[in-house]
């Protein structure tokens, strides 16, 4: 199929509104636009045909008992296709639009492959003003994962979304994605209480205010041979580069020490403070600044950017430091040690 383009939107123009309405048009009847998100891309097909869902996963390549996000222009719009509840209202109040999925009992309208079956269905209302303006001319609500080949970094960029889904969708929408990792699911299990399915933009310690949060047990660990999951997604190989990542466990001394020795062809996502005595390395690696080491919103927005930029080097193995689990490292942490298959390397 040929990919139609739209590398900056721009609602101020009338070309651009042209160009959004012609993607919704393409959304309701039935066809695949990528957009951007805060958070990062969406394949995009009508939430409410089921045969746009199996088309999504398609393009994908994605196992179809992984189910979709439902995108929705506002909060109020969640009581048409789940049962929502107090808890959500706060929620919505505080979060929404913006970073925060939550995991509801859907109503019969969803269709079955939108949810890979199961009783829930998990909803999202995105604060970037082209996702926004894409839902409501499509006038129905957009069911999207990631806009990656399954298994890839989900992509944040325009030409990261091409390298995935050229060729293989109706319309790409470019933008920015100001997070850079998906969003925060939850799902609510009582009046006070939510599992935090996977981290994202807004932490346990924010969502804590409303309700007692319990980590899934896949948010932090590997899961062991066929358990059972809370998330289908969190049993697949995710975000993953092409090239080995090892994370390295320790402080900057033990990193530098450990990089010193090290030969070959290797590259190096690390924090810009250590970019200097990296840069004498005589090997000469490839070297990627993921922020300051104390800017974690500027290293998750640099994650899954610099993943694929650092598979295109030719590198033998990429190497970055294994982050802490507080606050917004908690979303850095999950996504790196899927990244890295969890090989983690204990420096002492
Ligand atoms: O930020 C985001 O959430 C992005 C943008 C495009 O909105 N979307 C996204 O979708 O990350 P996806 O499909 O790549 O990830 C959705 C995750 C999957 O791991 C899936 O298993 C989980 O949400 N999920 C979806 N519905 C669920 C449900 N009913 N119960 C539990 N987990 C669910
Ligand atoms: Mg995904």
Same mark, same amino acid.
Request: charged content about 25%; proline content about 7%; hydrophobic content about 40%.
């Given at each position: 199929?040929?990919?139609?383009?739209?590398?900056?939107? /721009?609602?101020l123009?009338?070309?651009?509104?042209?160009?959004i309405?012609?993607a919704?048009?393409?959304?309701?009847?039935?066809?695949?636009?990528?957009?951007?998100?805060?958070?990062v891309? *969406?394949? *995009?097909?009508?939430?409410?045909?089921?045969?746009?869902?199996?088309?999504?996963?398609?393009?994908?390549?994605?196992?179809? #008992?992984?189910?979709?996000?439902?995108?929705?222009?506002?909060?109020?719009?969640?009581? +048409?296709?789940?049962?929502?509840?107090?808890?959500?209202?706060?929620?919505?109040?505080?979060?929404?639009?913006?970073?925060?999925?939550?995991?509801?009992?859907?109503?019969?309208?969803?269709?079955?492959?939108?949810?890979?079956?199961?009783?829930?269905?998990?909803?999202?209302?995105?604060?970037?003003?082209?996702?926004?303006? &894409?839902?409501?001319?499509?006038?129905?609500?957009?069911?999207?994962?990631?806009?990656?080949?399954?298994?890839?970094p989900s992509?944040?960029?325009?030409?990261?979304v $091409?390298?995935?889904? /050229? *060729? $293989?969708?109706?319309?790409?929408?470019?933008?920015?994605?100001?997070?850079?990792?998906?969003?925060?699911?939850?799902?609510? /299990?009582?009046?006070?209480?939510?599992?935090l399915?996977?981290?994202?933009?807004?932490?346990? +310690?924010?969502?804590?205010?409303f309700?007692?949060?319990?980590?899934?047990?896949?948010?932090?660990?590997? &899961?062991?041979e066929?358990? $059972?999951?809370?998330?289908?997604?969190?049993?697949?190989?995710?975000?993953a580069?092409?090239?080995?990542?090892?994370?390295?466990?320790?402080?900057?001394?033990?990193?530098?020490?450990f &990089?010193?020795?090290e030969?070959?062809?290797?590259?190096?996502?690390?924090?810009?403070?250590?970019?200097?005595?990296?840069?004498?390395?005589?090997?000469?690696?490839?070297?990627? #600044?993921?922020?300051?080491?104390?800017?974690?919103?500027?290293?998750?927005?640099?994650?899954?950017y610099l993943?694929?930029?650092? #598979?295109?080097?030719?590198?033998?193995?990429i190497?970055? =430091?294994?982050?802490?689990?507080?606050? &917004?490292?908690? =979303?850095?942490?999950?996504?790196?040690?899927?990244?890295?298959?969890?090989?983690?390397?204990?420096?002492?």
């Amino acid at each position: 199929m040929k990919t139609e383009y739209i590398e900056r939107p /721009d609602l101020l123009t009338e070309e651009g509104r042209r160009g959004i309405a012609r993607a919704g048009k393409i959304i309701r009847e039935g066809g695949l636009v990528v957009f951007p998100t805060e958070t990062v891309f *969406g394949l *995009g097909g009508n939430g409410l045909d089921a045969d746009a869902a199996a088309k999504i996963y398609a393009a994908k390549g994605r196992p179809s #008992d992984n189910p979709l996000i439902i995108h929705i222009a506002k909060p109020s719009d969640a009581a +048409e296709y789940t049962e929502t509840n107090d808890l959500f209202d706060r929620l919505a109040s505080r979060f929404m639009p913006g970073p925060l999925t939550v995991v509801l009992p859907a109503k019969p309208i969803v269709p079955k492959t939108v949810t890979a079956g199961l009783r829930t269905v998990a909803v999202r209302c995105p604060s970037h003003p082209i996702a926004h303006a &894409l839902i409501e001319a499509a006038g129905v609500p957009i069911a999207a994962p990631s806009a990656n080949l399954s298994g890839s970094p989900s992509p944040t960029t325009f030409a990261h979304v $091409r390298d995935d889904l /050229d *060729g $293989r969708v109706d319309m790409i929408l470019g933008g920015e994605c100001e997070i850079g990792v998906e969003s925060t699911i939850v799902r609510i /299990d009582s009046p006070d209480s939510l599992t935090l399915l996977r981290p994202g933009g807004i932490t346990p +310690e924010e969502l804590g205010a409303f309700a007692r949060v319990t980590l899934s047990d896949a948010v932090l660990n590997k &899961l062991k041979e066929g358990e $059972r999951v809370q998330s289908p997604g969190m049993k697949y190989k995710h975000y993953a580069p092409k090239t080995p990542l090892f994370l390295l466990k320790g402080d900057s001394e033990g990193r530098e020490r450990f &990089l010193a020795n090290e030969t070959g062809r290797f590259a190096v996502i690390a924090y810009t403070e250590e970019l200097s005595v990296l840069g004498k390395h005589p090997e000469n690696p490839v070297l990627f #600044d993921l922020g300051s080491e104390n800017d974690r919103a500027e290293q998750l927005h640099r994650l899954f950017y610099l993943l694929r930029e650092a #598979d295109k080097t030719g590198c033998e193995k990429i190497y970055a =430091a294994l982050p802490g689990t507080e606050g &917004l490292s908690l =979303a850095l942490y999950n996504r790196m040690i899927r990244a890295a298959a969890y090989r983690i390397i204990e420096l002492n």
